[in-house]
Nanobody, 122 residues
């Protein structure tokens, strides 16, 4: 089992910034991929960003490219999502996820955090 503990959500004005954190614990594997997904009310969960174990490969949804940055901490089991130039359409519950494969698909991630709410006011 892998446990994911997220933090860092909140309320911010348009154009502001937030940093989300996710710490993985338990039976984590090397060469895992960790990702961030989000789900707005009434919408399906969607991919936001993912990072490889080494941090050398990152992927982003087109809607967040140039504004969001995913990174790993030195301990490798901590992942961050720096969100800049936030827009009202970024409002959603954000979920950290863990996978043993390199993927952008929800179905490839077997472990999920509890979610943290991000609200961007206009």
């Amino acid at each position: 089992q892998v446990q994911l503990d997220e933090s860092g959500g909140g309320l911010v004005q348009t154009g502001g910034s937030l940093r989300l954190s996710c710490a993985a614990s338990g039976r984590t594997l090397s060469w895992n991929t960790m990702g961030w997904f989000r789900q707005a009310p009434g919408k399906e969960r969607e991919f936001v960003a993912a990072i490889s174990w080494s941090g050398g490969r990152t992927r982003y949804a087109d809607s967040v490219k140039g504004r969001f940055t995913i990174s790993r901490g030195n301990a490798k089991n901590t992942v961050y999502l720096q969100m800049n130039s936030l827009k009202p359409e970024d409002t959603a519950d954000y979920y950290c996820a863990y996978s043993s494969v390199d993927s952008v698909y929800v179905s490839s991630y077997g472990y999920w955090g509890q979610g943290t709410q991000v609200t961007v006011s206009s």
